[in-house]
């Protein structure tokens, strides 16, 4: 298994308030991905890393920031939590060169917004 | 913009049936595939990928060929066992340089296999 690692793993908190999910990876692979999963919609990309600092958004953005200061973390932060947002939250990540479109993921993290 | 489509579930087998899961796509290009499984209360995992057209992806008994001219990547099994009770995502990635990274997933497919 992919050395992926969630924290926390279940998060309930209220409208309005701050939300970090951290992910974080020992495999040193280059790619980092934040997905959210909803009944009848799949994963879809929040936002991905390509490098320390290098970010970009992905197709469900709004309302979330990321920060990559190390190669191992990948911070996606809630910034004021709506209902909206309650979702199952996966990590990924993959490696750069020729397998570089195979993502790992990590177990999620189960997030509730009353 | 890239998309994939997987047939609508919940599926419904009994043990030792045969199964199919269908999966169209739409991308410009050629656009690597992929199926992901997802066990009760865990991430997902790659089942198996194809990266170009008619190459077969096989693992742990299932099956999936990479059709161009269709543009379709059918899970398939012959006979399936209690523990293949699971979510089925197939999921492109546009393999067009600079973006091919990103990864686009169908709905998924609850399976659920009977004794």
């Known amino acids: 298994d992919a050395g992926i690692t969630q924290s926390p793993r279940h998060k309930v908190t209220e409208t309005g308030t701050p939300v970090t999910l951290r992910c974080h990876q020992t495999e040193n692979h280059r790619y980092m991905y934040w997905y959210r999963q909803d009944p009848g919609h799949g994963l879809r990309l929040i936002h991905y890393s390509y490098g320390v600092k290098d970010t970009d958004k992905g197709e469900v953005s709004d309302g979330y920031s990321v920060s990559r200061s190390k190669t191992e973390d990948f911070l996606l932060t809630l910034e004021s939590a709506t209902s909206s947002q309650t979702s199952v939250y996966f990590c990924?990540?993959?490696?750069?060169?020729?397998?570089?479109?195979?993502?790992?993921f990590g177990p999620g993290t189960r997030l509730l917004v009353l | 913009g890239d998309s994939v489509t997987q047939m609508e579930g919940p599926v419904t087998l009994s043990e030792e049936a045969f199964l199919t899961i269908n999966c169209t796509y739409t991308a410009t290009g050629y656009p690597s595939l992929f199926w992901y499984v997802q066990y009760p209360g865990e991430g997902l995992q790659l089942l198996l990928k194809?990266?170009?057209?008619?190459d077969k992806g096989s693992n742990k008994g299932f099956e999936a060929t990479y059709r161009k001219e269709t543009t379709s990547f059918h899970l398939e099994k012959g006979s399936v066992q209690v523990s293949d009770s699971a979510v089925y995502f197939c999921a492109l990635s546009p393999n067009s340089g600079g973006s091919n990274y990103k990864l686009t997933f169908g709905k998924g497919t609850l399976l659920t296999v009977n004794p």
């Open positions: 990924a990540i993959s490696e750069s060169g020729t397998d570089q479109e195979t993502q790992y």
């Open positions: 194809a990266t170009k057209a008619d």
